[in-house]
Protein backbone atom coordinates (compact mmCIF):
# COMPACT_ATOMS: atom_id res chain seq x y z
CA UNK A 1 0.00 0.00 0.00
CA UNK A 2 1.42 3.71 -1.17
CA UNK A 3 0.12 6.43 0.61
CA UNK A 4 0.66 9.41 -1.98
CA UNK A 5 0.59 13.13 0.01
CA UNK A 6 0.94 16.12 -1.89
CA UNK A 7 1.96 19.47 -0.91
CA UNK A 8 2.59 22.89 -2.49
CA UNK A 9 5.63 24.93 -2.77
CA UNK A 10 5.70 26.41 0.43
CA UNK A 11 4.64 23.09 2.34
CA UNK A 12 1.12 23.20 3.12
CA UNK A 13 -0.54 19.88 2.69
CA UNK A 14 -3.21 19.67 -0.47
CA UNK A 15 -6.03 17.51 1.16
CA UNK A 16 -7.49 17.30 -2.22
CA UNK A 17 -4.57 15.56 -4.04
CA UNK A 18 -3.71 12.88 -1.65
CA UNK A 19 -4.14 8.92 -2.71
CA UNK A 20 -3.78 5.84 -1.71
CA UNK A 21 -2.40 3.04 -4.22
CA UNK A 22 -2.27 -0.65 -3.40
CA UNK A 23 -0.16 -2.75 -5.70
CA UNK A 24 -0.44 -6.52 -5.31
CA UNK A 25 2.28 -8.69 -7.11
CA UNK A 26 1.25 -12.26 -8.31
CA UNK A 27 4.42 -13.45 -9.75
CA UNK A 28 6.82 -15.82 -7.96
CA UNK A 29 8.93 -14.26 -5.01
CA UNK A 30 12.09 -14.36 -6.28
CA UNK A 31 14.77 -17.07 -4.74
CA UNK A 32 17.85 -15.13 -2.47
CA UNK A 33 19.79 -18.63 -2.57
CA UNK A 34 22.95 -17.91 -5.00
CA UNK A 35 22.03 -13.74 -4.92
CA UNK A 36 22.70 -12.79 -1.79
CA UNK A 37 25.89 -14.16 -0.46
CA UNK A 38 28.56 -13.63 2.23
CA UNK A 39 31.02 -12.27 0.22
CA UNK A 40 33.99 -11.03 2.66
CA UNK A 41 34.93 -12.19 5.85
CA UNK A 42 37.57 -10.30 8.10
CA UNK A 43 37.86 -12.50 11.13
CA UNK A 44 41.71 -11.62 11.80
CA UNK A 45 41.91 -7.93 11.67
CA UNK A 46 44.93 -5.54 13.08
CA UNK A 47 42.88 -3.40 15.57
CA UNK A 48 40.82 -5.55 18.36
CA UNK A 49 36.91 -4.91 17.56
CA UNK A 50 37.08 -4.22 13.79
CA UNK A 51 35.77 -7.41 11.82
CA UNK A 52 33.61 -7.65 9.97
CA UNK A 53 31.28 -9.60 7.54
CA UNK A 54 30.46 -8.49 3.92
CA UNK A 55 27.19 -9.63 2.59
CA UNK A 56 26.57 -8.87 -1.28
CA UNK A 57 23.24 -9.22 -3.82
CA UNK A 58 24.45 -10.27 -7.00
CA UNK A 59 21.15 -9.48 -8.71
CA UNK A 60 20.95 -6.80 -11.29
CA UNK A 61 16.69 -6.75 -11.15
CA UNK A 62 15.95 -8.05 -7.75
CA UNK A 63 16.37 -6.08 -4.24
CA UNK A 64 15.70 -8.42 -1.20
CA UNK A 65 13.78 -7.34 2.14
CA UNK A 66 15.96 -8.69 4.88
CA UNK A 67 13.80 -8.14 7.67
CA UNK A 68 13.93 -10.49 10.37
CA UNK A 69 16.76 -12.46 8.71
CA UNK A 70 19.76 -13.60 10.58
CA UNK A 71 23.44 -14.23 10.34
CA UNK A 72 24.34 -17.14 12.59
CA UNK A 73 27.68 -17.16 13.92
CA UNK A 74 27.73 -13.66 13.86
CA UNK A 75 24.22 -13.21 16.54
CA UNK A 76 22.70 -11.31 14.60
CA UNK A 77 18.88 -10.20 13.44
CA UNK A 78 18.18 -7.60 10.68
CA UNK A 79 16.06 -5.44 11.59
CA UNK A 80 12.57 -4.82 9.73
CA UNK A 81 12.72 -2.55 6.52
CA UNK A 82 16.58 -3.59 5.77
CA UNK A 83 16.28 -3.83 2.21
CA UNK A 84 19.88 -4.80 -0.20
CA UNK A 85 18.94 -3.30 -3.62
CA UNK A 86 20.57 -4.96 -6.44
CA UNK A 87 24.28 -5.08 -6.71
CA UNK A 88 24.68 -3.84 -3.43
CA UNK A 89 27.04 -4.31 -0.49
CA UNK A 90 26.52 -4.29 2.98
CA UNK A 91 28.60 -4.50 5.95
CA UNK A 92 27.77 -6.01 9.31
CA UNK A 93 30.82 -5.02 12.06
CA UNK A 94 31.96 -5.78 15.02
CA UNK A 95 32.66 -2.22 16.17
CA UNK A 96 31.96 0.92 14.26
CA UNK A 97 34.59 3.04 15.81
CA UNK A 98 37.26 0.13 15.70
CA UNK A 99 36.16 -0.41 12.25
CA UNK A 100 36.34 3.30 11.21
CA UNK A 101 39.77 3.95 12.82
CA UNK A 102 41.20 0.53 10.90
CA UNK A 103 39.11 0.86 7.27
CA UNK A 104 38.73 4.35 7.12
CA UNK A 105 35.26 6.51 7.19
CA UNK A 106 34.83 5.76 3.60
CA UNK A 107 33.09 2.65 4.01
CA UNK A 108 29.64 3.28 6.11
CA UNK A 109 29.03 -0.03 7.95
CA UNK A 110 25.47 -1.12 7.94
CA UNK A 111 24.94 -1.77 11.89
CA UNK A 112 27.04 -3.79 14.75
CA UNK A 113 26.59 -7.64 15.23
CA UNK A 114 26.49 -8.68 19.25
CA UNK A 115 29.07 -12.07 18.57
CA UNK A 116 32.58 -12.72 17.80
CA UNK A 117 33.96 -14.36 14.77
CA UNK A 118 36.22 -17.19 15.87
CA UNK A 119 39.79 -16.72 15.36
CA UNK A 120 40.35 -20.80 14.15
CA UNK A 121 37.42 -20.85 12.11
CA UNK A 122 33.54 -21.45 12.50
CA UNK A 123 30.27 -21.99 10.31
CA UNK A 124 28.68 -18.47 9.16
CA UNK A 125 24.95 -19.14 8.12
CA UNK A 126 23.22 -16.33 6.40
CA UNK A 127 19.25 -17.82 6.96
CA UNK A 128 15.61 -16.15 6.44
CA UNK A 129 12.22 -17.00 7.61
CA UNK A 130 10.47 -19.19 5.49
CA UNK A 131 7.11 -20.81 5.02
CA UNK A 132 5.11 -22.27 8.18
CA UNK A 133 5.99 -25.58 6.39
CA UNK A 134 10.17 -24.66 6.57
CA UNK A 135 10.24 -22.02 8.96
CA UNK A 136 13.83 -21.38 8.17
CA UNK A 137 15.57 -20.86 5.10
CA UNK A 138 19.80 -20.75 4.52
CA UNK A 139 20.21 -18.51 1.56
CA UNK A 140 24.25 -18.96 2.07
CA UNK A 141 26.49 -20.54 4.30
CA UNK A 142 30.43 -19.99 4.50
CA UNK A 143 32.56 -22.40 6.94
CA UNK A 144 36.27 -20.32 7.30
CA UNK A 145 39.07 -21.73 8.91
CA UNK A 146 42.28 -20.90 10.10
CA UNK A 147 43.87 -23.66 9.01
CA UNK A 148 44.19 -25.74 5.20
CA UNK A 149 42.54 -25.91 2.77
CA UNK A 150 41.91 -22.04 3.90
CA UNK A 151 45.06 -19.82 3.40
CA UNK A 152 47.17 -18.95 6.26
CA UNK A 153 45.88 -15.04 6.84
CA UNK A 154 47.95 -12.28 7.89
CA UNK A 155 46.64 -9.68 10.55
CA UNK A 156 44.80 -7.31 8.48
CA UNK A 157 43.96 -9.34 5.27
CA UNK A 158 39.82 -10.43 5.07
CA UNK A 159 38.83 -13.73 3.29
CA UNK A 160 36.86 -13.00 -0.09
CA UNK A 161 35.17 -14.68 -2.63
CA UNK A 162 36.77 -14.35 -5.28
CA UNK A 163 33.89 -14.45 -7.74
CA UNK A 164 30.94 -14.39 -6.88
CA UNK A 165 28.38 -15.49 -9.36
CA UNK A 166 30.65 -18.93 -8.76
CA UNK A 167 30.47 -21.32 -5.92
Known sequence: VLQLTAYDLNGN???N????VTVNYTGAT????????INEIMYNPLLPGASYVELYNTSTAVT???SNWQVIGLGYTFPS?????TNQFLVLVQDQSAFINAYGPTIVPFDEFPGNLSAS?????????GPPTNPIVV????????SAPWPTT?????????????D
Open 13 to 15: LLT
Open 17 to 20: YNRT
Open 30 to 37: PNPSGTVM
Open 64 to 66: FDL
Open 81 to 85: GTVLS
Open 121 to 129: GETLTLQMP
Open 139 to 146: VDAVRYSA
Open 154 to 166: TPGVSLQLIDPRQ
